[in-house]
């Protein structure tokens, strides 16, 4: 069965830094570009970064450009999303999501069950 599972959320101070990990299972990572998005109450859900399947591109939101990196090794059918200078409008429900298509891709086959990302003092 084709899996995502997202980990690393938590509660961090505005400023801090937190990493959050997409494992894969059950199907090739390294064929597959990888997205993260969040969604928030009230809000859409958004698209914050992508990553090509060989890491070679990457795309970020601009809200988040100059703060998030995403980064990805095949090897160990991971994606890391480098989350710093964080503030509270950062706070969301984080998901990966894997699609065939080239980074950035407006749909994805395969979802994450989520993890909470909360930026507050």
């Known amino acids: 069965q084709l899996q995502l599972v997202e980990s690393g959320g938590g509660l961090v101070q505005p400023g801090g830094s937190l990493r959050l990990s997409c494992v894969a299972s059950g199907f090739p990572l390294e064929d597959y570009t990888i997205g993260w998005f969040r969604q928030s109450p009230g809000k859409e859900r958004e698209g914050v970064s992508c990553?090509?399947?060989?890491?070679?591109?990457?795309n970020h939101a601009d809200s988040v450009k100059d703060r998030f990196t995403i980064s990805r090794n095949n090897a160990k059918n991971t994606v890391w999303l480098l989350m710093s200078r964080l503030m509270p409008e950062d706070s969301a429900i984080y998901y990966c999501?894997?699609?065939?298509?080239?980074?950035?891709?407006?749909?994805?086959?395969?979802w994450g069950q989520g993890t909470q990302v909360t930026v507050s003092s």
């Open positions: 999501a894997a699609t065939l298509w080239d980074c950035p891709a407006d749909e994805y086959d395969n």
């Open positions: 990553i090509s399947s060989n890491g070679y591109i990457t």
